[in-house]
């Protein structure tokens, strides 16, 4: 089993950034794809970017210039720079990792983009 932390959650305001982290139990080097999904109140989970072994990376539309994936393998952890946020980042934002697909999840921080 695998536990994913993150950290780095909270309230800002538009325009704002947030740099959230996710530190893993064990190495992530195995695992081929992590991933920062998010969800909004009354809304489906959604991918909001991610990042292969390879470093491949994934963005949704809606973020796209604006966040930023990373992972440090060394470190067990993968990164989410978010920049010039709007209050529609509002969400709960999930770290996730897996080898194939998506087996482990993080228990999700809150981000709060006020207007």
């Known amino acids: 089993q695998v536990q994913l932390v993150e950290s780095g959650g909270g309230l800002v305001q538009a325009g704002g950034s947030l740099r959230l982290s996710c530190a893993a139990s064990r190495s992530i080097f195995s695992f081929y794809v992590v991933a920062w999904y998010r969800q909004a109140p009354g809304k489906q989970r959604e991918l909001v970017a991610s990042?292969?072994?390879?470093?491949?990376?994934n963005y949704a539309v809606a973020v796209k210039g604006r966040f930023t994936i990373s992972r440090d393998n060394a470190k067990n952890t993968m990164y989410l720079q978010m920049n010039s946020l709007k209050p529609e980042d509002t969400a709960v934002y999930y770290c996730?990792?897996?080898?194939?697909?998506?087996?482990?999840w993080g228990q999700g921080t809150q981000v709060t983009v006020s207007s």
């Open positions: 996730a990792a897996g080898v194939t697909g998506i087996d482990y």
């Open positions: 990042i292969t072994n390879g470093g491949s990376t």
